[in-house]
Structure formats: structure tokens, C-alpha cells
């Protein structure tokens, strides 16, 4: 249900196995769920409890959020009964971000998570309330460093320059497009790097872009995206990559009819869109999963280090995908996407972030 916390079953196995302890607690309620060993357990070694929020779109979009929720899946997995959490979704305008921080807080949960740049305000006014609790976002920083806050930042220009260039090669017109979710320097990011890897392959090819809107709910609007596709491909576009969470599904269900390609993101999303997976050329892979397990290792292993934690091609953190859905469409292009990576690594590629500096 939208707007409140609510506890998520992550499978019968982790259910029988004790693994984690997931229980309803209303919206600012208090709940009455197991207190992870804090209330008087009997010596029983008090569980690390997580408290993880999503973006506008929640689960299901497919994308950002749903690798936010496999890394919180992959630590409760490997740490078992360490590990107790709870996740919870923002309602339809994104406005009650701060209640729901601010409830996990209030109730006490070592390591509260939000899912995106969204969160920045925020997480900056309730960690300054908390400074207890350990708080980490994605995909922004606080402008004041706070002692209680990581950063989990991602070089999305670094993995955007690879899946430009496969855009590039792949092309049959010359044209390709970019749909981008709300403006923002963040998403500027994956079209400057698109941009720069195209040119790196083709100076003289056409790239169009567009976003789709100046608010948070430009992420959770296919028909939009749909739109947006269609008039780029109606322009030339053969090849479009979106950086847009779930308004990229309508980009899919365009580039699908129309007989086009297209080009993911944030996941591998010709398994995560399975209806879509014979269009989808590669995806432009951003490990929000990686980071989000790695914060909660490093709380349960009392290591939780606060400031800028940055994730490029040389960490693993992005990268393009490839898979045996997608490999006939992209395999004979992977050595040159291959040494295009270790050049950017090495430093021999510098990749601009934002569009007006391609």
C-alpha cells in the first residue's frame, strides 16, 4: 500500500530458514513488530535493522527500485538472521519521503536507505534530528557533509559512453534518441555520456533527446515515454536508450511496435522486461544493488563509513549487459565495447558529464 511502511516476505525459503523477521508497522503507528533483540531478547545478539525506502514507482518498476530491493534481498540472504528489514513505498506525488525516514528513525532502525536523489532534503533534515542512526542515499549527497549520512554515487556518464557507442554501431540510420525521466544534472549525466560515446564512434551522428517532465513523476509515466519515442522515431531514431525508470516501459512498447531497438537501464532489462527482451540491444547496468548491500554489510560489520562512495567502470558499479536473451543482437560488437571500458578505466578516455560539454 502506498504512503505507509509495510513489511515484505522475501520467499518461503528465507521464511523457513529464520532468515529475517519482516512485520507490518502502520504509517507512523509505532507498529508492534520483533525489535531485533533491542527490547530485552533474552541475550539474544540484536539484529541490524534496515529500514529501506523507494522512489516514486516503488517495486516493479522494472529498474532503479527493483535493484535497490535485490541488494537489500542479497544481505538479508547472506546475513541471515543479522539482518532484520523493512521496506516501505512514497505515495503517488513523492510527499510524505520525510514521514516515512523519520518513522524508521523514530523507531530506532540502525540503517535507514533512500532510493534516490529525491531524498536528498530529506535525509539531510531527519539525519540532523537522528544522529544516532545511520542513513544512506542514493544517488546524492547532502551539501553539508554529515557525520551519519553515505553517499552512494554512481559514474553513470562512464556506462552511458559504452551503450552510446553501441547505439552508434548498431544504427541504421544515423539517427538515435535519448528519453530522459525528470531534467536534472543527474540524468544529464546518462546523456552526456550517450552522447560522447556515440560521437566517439560517428562524430557526425544525430542524437535526439527529450525528457519527460520537471517532476519526480516523470519517472512513473509510460504513455509519456510511449510519446516521446514515437516522435523520435518518427524523426530518424532506430536505436533509443532511456534513463527513466518506469516511463521507460512506454519507450519499450514503442521501439517494439515500430520494429526499433532500444537500449536499457539501471538493470538488465531485457530479463527484467521479459516482453521486451527481443528489442532490447543491452541495458546500461547501474549496480544500485551492489551499493545498497554494500551499506548494510558495512553497518553489520560495524564498518559504516559516511561521505561519497563513488561506483564506476573500475568498481563494477556500471557497465552494459549482456545476456543469452540479448547476445545475438550485440555480440559482435562486445570486443570494441570491451576496450572502450579499459580505455575509460586506464584514463585514456575522459568521459564529460554533462551534455553541453560533448
Same mark, same amino acid.
Not at 271 to 288: E, G, N, Q
Given at each position: 500500500m502506498?504512503g505507509r511502511?509495510?513489511?515484505?516476505?522475501?520467499?518461503?525459503?528465507?521464511?523457513?530458514? =529464520? !532468515?529475517l523477521i519482516l512485520s507490518a508497522? #502502520? +504509517? *507512523?503507528? &509505532? =507498529? !508492534?513488530?520483533?525489535?531485533?533483540g533491542n #527490547? +530485552? *531478547?533474552g &541475550?539474544?545478539?540484536?539484529?541490524?535493522r534496515v529500514?529501506?525506502?523507494?522512489d516514486?514507482?516503488g517495486?516493479?518498476d522494472?529498474s532503479?527500485?527493483d535493484?535497490?530491493?535485490a541488494?537489500?534481498?542479497?544481505a538479508?540472504?547472506?546475513f541471515?538472521?543479522k539482518?532484520?528489514a523493512?521496506d516501505?513505498e512514497?505515495?503517488?506525488g513523492?510527499?510524505?519521503?520525510e514521514?516515512?525516514?523519520?518513522?524508521f528513525a523514530d523507531?530506532?532502525?540502525?540503517l535507514?536507505?533512500?532510493?534516490?536523489?529525491?531524498?536528498t532534503?530529506a535525509?539531510?533534515a531527519?539525519?540532523k534530528?537522528?544522529?544516532?542512526?545511520?542513513f544512506?542515499?542514493?544517488?546524492?549527497?547532502?551539501?553539508e557533509?554529515l557525520?551519519?549520512?553515505?553517499c552512494?554515487t554512481f559514474?553513470e556518464h562512464?556506462?552511458?559512453?559504452?551503450v552510446g557507442a553501441?547505439?552508434?554501431?548498431?544504427?541504421?540510420t544515423?539517427?538515435?534518441?535519448?528519453v530522459?525521466?525528470?531534467?536534472?544534472?543527474l540524468i544529464?549525466?546518462?546523456?552526456?555520456?550517450?552522447r560522447?560515446?556515440?560521437?566517439?564512434?560517428n562524430?557526425?551522428?544525430k542524437?535526439?533527446?527529450?525528457y519527460a517532465?520537471t517532476?519526480?513523476?516523470?519517472?512513473?509515466n509510460?504513455?509519456k515515454g510511449?510519446?516521446?519515442?514515437?516522435?523520435?522515431?518518427q524523426?530518424?531514431?532506430?536505436?533509443?536508450?532511456?534513463a527513466?525508470?518506469?516511463t521507460?516501459?512506454?519507450?519499450?512498447e514503442?521501439v517494439k511496435?515500430?520494429?526499433k531497438?532500444?537500449i536499457g537501464v539501471?538493470?538488465?532489462?531485457s530479463l527484467?522486461?521479459?516482453?521486451y527482451?527481443?528489442?532490447i540491444?543491452?541495458?546500461?547496468v547501474?549496480?544500485?544493488?551492489v551499493?545498497?548491500?554494500d551499506?548494510i554489510?558495512?553497518?553489520?560489520?560495524?564498518?559504516?563509513?559516511?561521505?561519497l562512495?563513488a561506483?564506476?567502470l573500475?568498481?563494477?558499479?556500471?557497465?552494459?549487459?549482456v545476456n543469452?536473451k540479448?547476445?545475438?543482437?550485440i555480440e559482435?560488437i562486445?570486443a570494441?565495447?570491451?576496450e572502450?571500458?579499459e580505455?575509460i578505466?586506464?584514463?585514456?578516455?575522459?568521459?564529460?558529464?554533462t551534455?553541453?560539454d560533448?
Amino acid at each position: 500500500m502506498r504512503g505507509r511502511a509495510r513489511g515484505r516476505t522475501l520467499g518461503l525459503a528465507l521464511m523457513v530458514a =529464520g !532468515s529475517l523477521i519482516l512485520s507490518a508497522c #502502520g +504509517g *507512523g503507528g &509505532g =507498529g !508492534s513488530q520483533d525489535q531485533g533483540g533491542n #527490547g +530485552g *531478547g533474552g &541475550g539474544q545478539e540484536a539484529k541490524v535493522r534496515v529500514g529501506l525506502v523507494y522512489d516514486v514507482g516503488g517495486r516493479g518498476d522494472q529498474s532503479f527500485n527493483d535493484m535497490a530491493y535485490a541488494g537489500l534481498e542479497k544481505a538479508i540472504q547472506e546475513f541471515g538472521d543479522k539482518v532484520e528489514a523493512q521496506d516501505a513505498e512514497p505515495d503517488a506525488g513523492g510527499q510524505n519521503r520525510e514521514d516515512l525516514l523519520r518513522t524508521f528513525a523514530d523507531q530506532g532502525y540502525d540503517l535507514v536507505i533512500g532510493v534516490g536523489f529525491l531524498f536528498t532534503d530529506a535525509i539531510t533534515a531527519v539525519a540532523k534530528e537522528y544522529p544516532e542512526v545511520k542513513f544512506a542515499i542514493v544517488d546524492s549527497c547532502p551539501e553539508e557533509p554529515l557525520d551519519n549520512v553515505a553517499c552512494l554515487t554512481f559514474k553513470e556518464h562512464e556506462g552511458s559512453f559504452l551503450v552510446g557507442a553501441a547505439a552508434a554501431l548498431k544504427t541504421q540510420t544515423g539517427t538515435i534518441g535519448f528519453v530522459g525521466g525528470m531534467k536534472t544534472p543527474l540524468i544529464e549525466r546518462f546523456e552526456a555520456g550517450y552522447r560522447a560515446g556515440a560521437k566517439y564512434i560517428n562524430p557526425d551522428i544525430k542524437v535526439l533527446s527529450d525528457y519527460a517532465g520537471t517532476t519526480g513523476e516523470a519517472f512513473n509515466n509510460p504513455t509519456k515515454g510511449r510519446e516521446l519515442a514515437l516522435a523520435q522515431i518518427q524523426q530518424g531514431a532506430d536505436v533509443i536508450y532511456h534513463a527513466a525508470g518506469g516511463t521507460g516501459k512506454g519507450v519499450f512498447e514503442a521501439v517494439k511496435q515500430q520494429g526499433k531497438l532500444a537500449i536499457g537501464v539501471d538493470a538488465d532489462q531485457s530479463l527484467t522486461a521479459p516482453d521486451y527482451a527481443d528489442v532490447i540491444l543491452t541495458s546500461m547496468v547501474k549496480r544500485v544493488d551492489v551499493a545498497v548491500y554494500d551499506v548494510i554489510r558495512s553497518v553489520v560489520e560495524d564498518n559504516f563509513k559516511a561521505g561519497l562512495h563513488a561506483y564506476g567502470l573500475k568498481e563494477d558499479g556500471v557497465g552494459y549487459a549482456v545476456n543469452d536473451k540479448n547476445r545475438s543482437l550485440i555480440e559482435d560488437i562486445t570486443a570494441q565495447l570491451d576496450e572502450l571500458k579499459e580505455k575509460i578505466i586506464s584514463g585514456e578516455i575522459q568521459v564529460p558529464e554533462t551534455p553541453g560539454d560533448v
